[in-house]
């Protein structure tokens, strides 16, 4: 099975950046050619780690679940913070073609994607569970146990990948989710976004996957799974006009998040793990 994932994409509306020709002119070279590579890229599933969208806004995500709509691809999204910061979640859910917490089970894995957002609350942006979603993800560790686990989430645990401990740079740590994870007896793999760095940690029986944000380092994270292994690469794209487009909207797009080295170290894109 091949999985092809975005870290966190960010789709702003034009009023954002309203009379700033130089960013409206950027996100048109940007955004379109992006997902028309990315879209591309032959796989069975595409995902998107979370903050799709740059506000939250309903017309961002029309727009951007038209350009998904559009290519025909098996698309899941995980809601990230950003995503949540301007609509009710059972709105969000409306304009989404799948559940906020969902499973997709194969012959040879079960795959996780679980909402880690608050709701309507821009001021606290780290990740947080509720009881009844962590006793949903308590089952599924106990689910299929003969096949590897996939969890999606847009939020990172606190001290796994790159910038995770860093305030609100992770899920909330007062919520157990590593005695949730333990309970999970094969290989698991967890997949996360919200930190715009390529990273990859392990932890015992886990590996953490943190995906770089689009427009920090335009690229594309590979996920191969065979019966014996799990491979990853991140295929950077190279098209001029697309890196410049990131390049401006990186340095100038408003309430963005810009850390330094997004591409990580060449483990942190680049990885073979064993099952």
């Known amino acids: 099975m091949r999985l092809a994932i975005i870290g966190d994409l960010h789709f702003f509306d ?30 069975d599933v595409h995902i998107s780690l979370g903050d ?11 727009h951007v679940y038209r350009h998904i709509r559009n290519s025909g691809v098996s698309f899941r999204h995980i809601l990230g913070n950003h995503d949540a910061y301007e609509l009710p979640k059972s709105k969000i859910q409306s304009l989404m073609d799948h559940p906020l917490n969902d499973v997709l089970e194969t012959e040879d894995a079960l795959f996780v994607f679980v ?36 969890v999606f989430a847009h939020h990172p645990l ?6 995770s401990t860093d305030e609100k740079m992770h899920m909330d740590p007062a919520i157990d989710m590593r005695a949730i994870l333990r309970q999970r007896q094969g290989t698991g793999f967890y997949f996360n976004g919200h930190n715009h760095v390529h990273s990859i940690a392990r932890e015992e029986q886990w590996s953490f996957i943190q995906t770089a944000a ?10 191969e799974i065979d019966k014996s292994e799990v491979r990853t690469r991140v295929v950077a794209v190279e098209d001029r006009e697309i890196v410049e487009a990131a390049r401006i909207l990186y340095d100038k797009l408003p309430q963005y998040h810009r850390p330094l080295q997004a591409q990580g ?7 073979i793990m064993l099952l």
């Open 115 to 150: 909402d880690s957002t608050r709701e309507m609350d821009p001021q606290d942006y780290s990740g947080h569970f509720k009881a009844d979603q962590l006793d949903w993800l308590e089952t599924q560790m106990h689910a299929s146990p003969s096949k590897p686990i996939f």
């Open 14 to 43: 034009h009023q954002l950046v309203q009379g700033n020709e130089e960013l409206l002119l950027a996100k048109e070279r940007f955004y379109e050619n992006f997902l028309e590579i990315f879209f591309e890229m032959e796989a």
């Open 214 to 223: 689009c427009m920090c380092h335009p690229s594309i994270r590979l996920v």
């Open 52 to 62: 799709l969208t740059h506000m939250g806004l309903e017309e961002e995500f029309e």
């Open 265 to 271: 170290q060449e483990a942190d894109r680049d990885q």
């Open 158 to 163: 606190y001290n796994t990948t790159a910038t």
